[in-house]
């Protein structure tokens, strides 16, 4: 159904490309929790996508009835930032690597377009999927200014990528990166590879719905068609 005209995918990469979200989960609940706070390792899957910024204010505003000062959200997402880094390094979603080689193989442009703002992302990306992305083609953390719900980093994407919404598709696993990439007016697949129930992607505005990046890449030739 969308072959004639597709021409990119366009990943999202934590909780898609990388099993990184058991990580990023586990270290905003125990920063937050350092703090006195309370945010549930499920909690953090819901805000997944969001600045970090955003994510800090949400808990100030719930817990404090305030808003988090410039100097707290900074030491605290450094905190968080750190202890993320002192985990495991995350590794490749099973059956991503798979479908990018077909991706490849049918001549559309693979793109990645994240929230994340580690200085690593491209060496990293670059030694788990070797060749795949192009660096112009990115967008990050250090391209946006609202970050995800917001439409814009898929709107950046498709004009980076010379692309009309129609010719392009988005793999997310997260609500609110569903709900940016539905915005953007791009057909939308979700593949749930985290812990919440999959009817809050389709609420979000997910087109498809997928268990894994394994089930999707199995299925791929079948959605292209
Ligand atoms: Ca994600």
């Known amino acids: 159904m969308l072959q004639k005209k597709l021409k990119a995918v366009l990943f999202d990469m934590d909780g898609v ?92 442009t693979p793109m990645v377009v994240t929230g994340s703002g580690q200085r690593s992302l491209i ?22 200014k609202y970050g995800k719900p917001h439409p814009e980093p898929y709107l950046m994407a498709l004009k980076k990528g010379n692309l009309q919404a129609d ?3 988005v793999v997310e696993n997260a ?5 940016a990439g539905h915005k953007a007016g791009i057909f939308t697949i979700a593949v749930n590879t985290g812990p919440l129930d999959g009817q809050v992607l389709l609420d979000a505005g997910a087109n498809l719905l997928f268990p894994s990046m394994q089930a999707l890449c199995d299925n791929w030739e079948q959605i292209i068609r």
């Open 167 to 169: 010719e392009a598709v």
């Open 17 to 108: 490309l990388f099993n990184s979200m058991p990580y990023h989960a586990e270290a905003w609940h125990q920063v937050m929790k350092a703090h006195g706070f309370t945010l549930s390792r499920e909690e953090a899957y819901m805000h997944e996508g969001r600045t970090g910024a955003a994510t800090i204010n949400i808990v100030f505003r719930r817990e404090l009835g305030r808003e988090a000062t410039q100097e707290e959200i900074h030491n605290i997402y450094q905190e968080k930032s750190r202890l993320f880094s002192s985990y495991t390094e995350a590794d490749p979603m099973p059956g991503a690597w798979e479908l990018l080689q077909k991706i490849k193989a049918e001549g559309l």
């Open 175 to 179: 609500p609110l990166g569903v709900e």
């Open 123 to 144: 060496d990293k990306l670059e030694h788990h999927f070797p060749s795949i992305f192009r660096k112009e083609l990115m967008v990050t953390a250090f391209d946006v």
